[in-house]
């Protein structure tokens, strides 16, 4: 057994850190979430729908968007009709965990890695938004490819722009890269 460990050690190494940190990372963001008690949406998912707004705006959309009453979500308004709902698992935050667990189990120079998870997390969310404000529109003209655009086509842009950063990080900055 001792010598499986320590053939596996790498390995196991990093899939403790991962779920160490995916673990500590996910209960500081439930914490977050609790915080603000039941009836009112966190403030992440509303400065998304915030910079959303913003984002089609800077390109003369008729665009609002509002605190849904019904449920913790907001309501997208497009050319004054309602085409999609921003909830809390909108806001990328989990995501973004699951990004920054990756890059510590990986990790290499504490500086690198420090700028690392803070420029990726950043582009992360600056790609959320533009995810959102994008399929806000298509979904305007294309209502019926909902299952498509926002099921399939969407997550597949974000995860995959998340597997590439890790990709550029295991090859070029962690203590594996060579």
Known sequence: MKKYLILYKPFLLF??????????????YQFYLSSFGTGKLDGITELVG???????????????????????????RYNNRLVALIIEGCNAISVIIL????????????KPTVFYILGGSFFI????????????????????KNHLL??????????GFVFI????????FSKYAK
């Open 15 to 28: 899939i403790g850190t991962f779920f160490a940190t995916y673990i500590l990372l996910t209960f500081v």
């Open 165 to 172: 950063l890790w990709i550029i990080w295991v090859s070029k």
């Open 150 to 159: 926002h099921g399939v086509l969407f997550p597949l842009v974000i995860y």
């Open 125 to 144: 969310y600056i790609l959320n938004i533009s995810r959102i404000a994008l399929l806000t529109v298509l979904l305007y003209h294309f209502p019926e």
């Open 50 to 76: 915030n910079h959303t707004e913003q984002l089609l705006q800077l390109f003369n959309s008729n665009v609002k968007i509002d605190q849904n009453p019904s449920e913790l979500s907001l309501g997208i």
């Open 99 to 110: 990004f920054v667990s990756f890059i510590v189990a990986f990790s290499g120079k504490l």
